[in-house]
């Protein structure tokens, strides 16, 4: 997997990594099990204090991303994300608003956002048949989201 982080942009070094990962994972680029870099191999590769990739992993280890294996390094999770459904939906629903709320001040309409939502959805790879269907969801429970680079 190819990193880059900005160190010109708005948004912090650490999270642009978290993000890349959880992308690597949505659209297929890594999977469960998969090793990600050592901290202190991809603190090298992009020339970042080693602090930063360890606030990263901590992050998607918090998230259950990632799990940690003593000695061996940081691996993508292969477990559903642990929060309550109700908890899930309210995190949804904050992001499709910060989403919906940010396109609109930049100028889009609601068939730009619709569609614009559509095609990342296409892009990610959701296990099974449905590519609608939560895939992080229990089937159990209740039925009713100046650039340096670096390849791992």
Known sequence: MLFQ????????????IVFQVKGGVAQGELAAGDRLPSVR???RRLSVNPNTV???YDTLHREGVI????GAGCFV???PSGLADAERARQLDQLVERTVTEAFHLGFGAGEIR???????KSVRFPGKNP???PHKNP???KNANKKRSSA
């Open 5 to 16: 982080v900005d160190a010109h942009a708005a948004e912090p070094i650490f999270e642009q």
């Open 41 to 43: 191999d991809l603190a």
């Open 54 to 56: 360890i606030k990263a």
């Open 67 to 70: 799990v940690r294996r003593q």
């Open 77 to 79: 999770s292969d477990a």
């Open 115 to 121: 569609e614009a939502v559509d095609r990342h959805v």
């Open 132 to 134: 609608g269907k939560n």
């Open 140 to 142: 159990g429970k209740n």
